[in-house]
């Protein structure tokens, strides 16, 4: 088998076979096959297409080509949550506490942020103490005994998707649908789950910016679970605005424990209870959608939630009072306040921009090799389609300098408009995508 054939056979648009799927993956994640030649490949599957047989070959071969996670030891049904990443997404935070309250086991691998989106990993870290680097049979025990616990991605897990993601990034080759649905199912299926729960985020701080994109995305992902068998349903949401009222590490955390606290931003409340029930749907601890609705709401309501969280921040090493006390974390010195320049409503906060000035004040990483500054980030006192007064207080920017904080502000204001009409603020949970 030579791997000019099977470039010769995708640009012409031709189906690969398991075999030569296979080949390339294999050889490339060994250093057998050269950039070059992948690079090609990437290319042709880029404007060819591929078909869903083709799909699910690549994404088993991904999660194939390193470590697989074994979850048996831990009982009951294991679920996964992913978000394709947005501007102010503490949901992870939020919907795993509560999941686990209600019976469910959640044993997650989460990332760091790069670029706008934030990353997980990074908000949990805030928390003083709070270890992320666990050993395997560790992590089990934490799961066993709390439900759930929270972890970065360790060892040898999808090498094959690393190198590919990576040589995407610099050959233009990012945005195909069928690149992107089986490197975010491969890292899932590796990680061992029973069942996915996929939060599809679309709009302006979003990879996917239309409803179309966002539903192909969501189709395509669902059906790869579906034919490796694991139980998977998509939620499409909106992410045309910062989702909540804090971006910021630090400033996250505080806000994921006013939610489960049962108050916080209600937008962010709404998503991440019904995230939350299907989660609890999936893994079996409802029968229909409604009874897991009232669970999760049970869960906030009695308190169970946010013990939850209590218990894994100090199963994992960390201080558990700064759940219990969220005004212990400690914002960054510098402030600088951003006032509306006229009377009127907020008719655009663009999630992006604002993604990007919380990287300017130190918040998020423009490289992999970027320090964060935990306390630093943006609490919005007003969001898309509230309204304001000219000179009223629209958001407050934290950083370690005052010369931060002016780097931040410029970047926020450009994504700020002000009008004299009222937007229309769409639904949250735009469309909900399950097997058949």
Known sequence: MRMYDIIHKKREGGELSEEEIRFFVQGYTQGEIPDYQVSALLM?????????????????EMANSGDRVDLSSI?????????????????????????????????????????????TVDKLESIPGLRTAIPREEFFDIVRKTGLAII?????????????????????TVESLPLIASSIMSKKIAAGADAILLDVKMGSGAFMKTLED???????????????????????????????????????????CQVLSGKGDHRLRALCLELAANMIYLGGQASEMA??????????????????????????GGDGSYIQHPE????????????????????????????????????GRETKDSV???????????????????GEPIARLYAQTQELCQRGQERFLS??????HAPDVGPMILERVEGE
Not at 76 to 103: F, N
Not at 372 to 390: C, F, H, P, R, Y
């Open 44 to 60: 042709a599957i880029f404007f060819q297409g591929m078909t869903r047989r083709e799909t699910g070959a690549l994404t088993l």
């Open 214 to 256: 966002s539903r192909a995305l969501a189709k395509e992902m669902v059906r790869i679970g579906e034919q490796v068998g694991r139980r998977t349903v998509a939620l499409i949401t909106d992410m045309d605005m910062p989702l909540g009222r804090n971006i910021g590490n630090a400033l996250e955390v505080q806000e994921a």
């Open 372 to 390: 964060i500054d935990a306390g630093a980030g943006i609490v919005l006192l007003k969001n898309k389609g509230d309204s304001v007064e000219q």
């Open 291 to 316: 009874s897991a609705r009232v669970q999760v709401v049970d869960a906030v309501r009695s308190g169970q939630a946010l013990e939850k969280l209590r218990q894994m921040v100090e199963a994992q």
């Open 415 to 420: 994504a700020l408009e002000v009008g004299s």
């Open 75 to 119: 009982p009951g049904v294991k679920v996964d949550k992913h978000s394709t990443g947005g501007v102010g997404d503490k949901t992870s935070l939020i919907l795993g506490p509560i999941a686990a309250a209600c019976g469910v086991k959640i044993a997650k691998m989460s990332g760091r942020g790069l670029g706008h989106t934030g990353g």
């Open 152 to 172: 970065g991605q360790s060892g040898n897990l999808c090498p094959a998707d690393k190198k590919l993601y990576a040589l995407r990034d610099v050959t233009a």
């Open 328 to 363: 212990k974390f400690q914002v960054s010195p510098a402030c600088v306040e951003v006032t509306a320049p006229a009377k009127g409503f907020i008719t655009r906060l663009d999630a992006e921009e604002c993604g990007l000035a919380a990287v300017e004040l130190g918040a």
